[in-house]
């Protein structure tokens, strides 16, 4: 079966415009991730999502960012506004059911704000 | 605040010796490890894990260890193969505390040489 996708795979941006960022988890995975990782960093958790609802946004880094989930499957992520700082590797990773599961992750998608 | 720590940013090893991969934790609630390993443009492909239960979890030529008491973990390869050479980390999870992501570390890049 096909694993996580997430597109694009890469995205250039100018400081100050807008990104959707898609993930498309592994087919009856009911939760799902967002992690971003920064050059020379480990991977930030950013949001989880539990079928469409995201019950811990903790991790979001400002109200720039925003995501949701439709149907229980495709997740998109927002950033509004682009900073340089958000530069980054962000990548998408779903799992079977509960929350702390084994996570499967996409190839991530790479954003550089100019 | 890293809840898990990879001191050591690379390692180098000869094809067919042992690969010794190390993380540290601080967060006594973790109970769920796992290793995943990073090819370049790729999302992390996951590798092994192990539950706080047990010491030891063997999979192949990967076997991860787990020291509670001294919160270490580590992940030996042997014999060590060219293809191995990649970035592995680290991610632990709380999950008897409900805990919705995974903590990673920041990284060990592993060079296999022929």
């Known amino acids: 079966g096909a694993g996580v996708s997430q597109s694009p795979s890469n995205k250039v941006t100018e400081k100050g415009k807008d990104v959707e960022l898609r993930c498309d988890p592994i087919s009856g995975h009911t939760a799902l991730y967002w992690y971003r990782q920064s050059l020379g960093q480990g991977l930030e958790f950013l949001i989880y999502?539990?079928?469409?609802?995201?019950?811990?946004k903790s991790g979001l880094p400002s109200d720039r960012f925003s995501a949701e989930r439709t149907g229980g499957s495709v997740s998109t992520l927002t950033i509004q506004r682009t900073q340089q700082e958000d530069s980054a590797v962000y990548l998408c990773a779903s799992s079977p059911d509960r929350a702390g599961e084994t996570q499967y992750f996409g190839p991530g998608t790479r954003l550089l704000v100019l | 605040d890293q809840q898990v720590k990879q001191n050591s940013p690379s390692l180098s090893v000869q094809e067919g010796r042992i690969s010794i991969l190390n993380c540290d934790y601080t967060?006594?609630?973790?109970?769920?490890f796992l290793w995943y390993k990073k090819y370049p443009a790729e999302g992390p492909t996951f590798l092994i894990s192990?539950?706080?239960?047990?010491d030891k979890n063997e999979d192949g030529r990967f076997t991860v260890f787990l020291n509670k008491s001294a919160k270490h973990l580590s992940l030996h390869i042997v014999p060590s193969q060219p293809g191995d050479s990649a970035v592995y980390f680290c991610a632990a999870s709380a999950r008897k505390a409900g805990a919705n992501n995974l903590f990673f570390g920041t990284g060990t890049r592993l060079t296999v040489i022929p």
């Open positions: 967060n006594s609630m973790f109970d769920y």
């Open positions: 192990i539950s706080s239960i047990k």
């Open positions: 999502f539990q079928g469409n609802s995201a019950p811990d």
